[in-house]
């Protein structure tokens, strides 16, 4: 599988890495175990600087509308998403959906300023609850 990921659940942190090509189907598996782990509110860091879309247009709408499905079930948690810049545009769509709530969201073009950020204190205990959304 080209998406690897671990979940710490005593860090409350969710790591996704990419490493060749991601189909829908790799997508739907990582977003199926943060809720099968109850890991939606965790803060989460997704690397893709080594992975490659292998998503149609369609595919990325269908993947679009399960993350707003799984956002529906918890506040999701800051979000930093560390990628090339020449591969925004690609995810366009599913960038904007996962922008859509009102919680921490940062590019990163560097994994390590990615986690750092995570780690800073007014990100790591960032809960929503001030926002009214449901925890």
């Known amino acids: 599988m080209p998406l690897y990921w671990t979940i ?3 860090e409350r942190l969710m790591t996704a890495v990419a ?8 997508a ?3 977003l199926a175990a943060m809720v099968g782990a109850q890991a939606g509110s965790y803060r989460r860091l997704f690397d893709a600087i080594r992975g490659e879309p292998l998503m149609t247009a369609d595919e990325i709408m269908e993947l679009a509308v399960e993350v707003r499905r799984v956002q529906a079930l918890v506040a999701p948690g800051p979000l930093a ?3 090339p810049r020449e591969r925004f545009d690609q995810f366009a769509r599913l960038l904007g959906v ?6 921490p969201l940062q590019f990163f073009i560097d994994p390590e300023a990615g ?3 995570l780690d800073q204190p007014d990100v790591r205990n960032w809960s929503g609850r001030s926002l ?3 925890l």
Not at 19 to 26: I, L, Y
């Open 8 to 10: 710490d659940s005593r």
């Open 19 to 26: 490493d060749g090509g991601v189909g829908k189907e790799d």
């Open 115 to 117: 986690r750092a950020w």
């Open 81 to 83: 998403i560390v990628m």
């Open 132 to 134: 009214g959304q449901p």
């Open 28 to 30: 739907m598996a990582y």
């Open 98 to 103: 996962l922008a859509v709530p009102k919680r």
